[in-house]
T-cell receptor, first 113, second 112 residues
Framework: NAGVTQTPKFQVLKTGQSMTLQCAQD?????MYWYRQDPGMGLRLIYY???????DKGEVPNGYNVSRLNKREFSLRLESAAPSQTSVYFC????????????FGSGTRLTVV | SQQGEEDPQALSIQEGENATMNCSYK?????LQWYRQNSGRGLVHLILIRSNEREKHSGRLRVTLDTSKKSSSLLITASRAADTASYFCATDAWTSGSRLTFGEGTQLTVNP
């Protein structure tokens, strides 16, 4: 099925550990995004990639890095996880102008202990 | 900071009733979008309304946009239990490309 695939779905990390969240889309979209969602809050943009080869910071980039590996894949890396990064992470993709809305993955639920 | 603010935060209605959710935002926008999120799932795009449009329909959904008041509303008619979900408005205010800013959402419960 066409869409956005995120792995893993669940992860528990110890403080200070690192990990990479993977995201891949097969809709030939140019733009990709990483958001985090915390209880009682909407989604906050961490990083985005307007097109292959470009990445930019969003609203809450501290503690994260990203890689746009190719047009399909956009990964999010936590170098040294902190409890404040406990959240649900969503990857999304869209056309360059977003005129048809975003397509979201099913999310990664991350707990940092 | 959040661009959009939804009202109410929570809404509980009976099946068959209409549900209305409101969204206010702060800056000029290119378009405004509504998304649904079922518990534990990703967001699903429902409808997009451009800044030069005032009303849009899609099935049982009706969206209005008032740019002078910087507000939008989502009406779901003849609600069903399956409409139980969180609903988010998101604004696209960027002149180049697309970056959505989401509100905090309205939790809708439709009781059978």
């Amino acid at each position: 099925n066409a869409g956005v695939t995120q792995t893993p779905k669940f992860q528990v990390l110890k403080t200070g550990q690192s990990m990479t969240l993977q995201c891949a889309q097969d809709m030939n979209h140019n733009s990709m995004y990483w958001y985090r969602q915390d209880p009682g809050m909407g989604l906050r943009l961490i990083y985005y990639s307007a097109s292959e080869g470009t990445t930019d910071k969003g609203e809450v980039p501290n503690g994260y890095n990203v890689s746009r590996l190719n047009k399909r894949e956009f990964s999010l890396r936590l170098e040294s996880a902190a409890p404040s990064q406990t959240s649900v992470y969503f990857c999304a993709s869209s056309t360059s102008q977003g005129n048809y809305g975003y397509t979201f993955g099913s999310g990664t639920r991350l707990t940092v202990v | 900071s959040q661009q959009g603010e939804e009202d109410p935060q929570a809404l509980s209605i009976q099946e068959g009733e209409n549900a209305t959710m409101n969204c206010s935002y702060k800056t000029s926008i290119n378009n405004l979008q509504w998304y649904r999120q079922n518990s534990g799932r990703g967001l699903v795009h429902l409808i997009l309304i451009r800044s030069n449009e005032r009303e849009k329909h899609s099935g049982r959904l009706r969206v209005t946009l008032d740019t002078s008041k910087k507000s939008s509303s989502l009406l779901i008619t003849a609600s069903r239990a399956a409409d139980t979900a969180s609903y988010f408005c998101a604004t696209d205010a960027w002149t180049s490309g697309s970056r959505l800013t989401f509100g905090e959402g309205t939790q809708l419960t439709v009781n059978p």
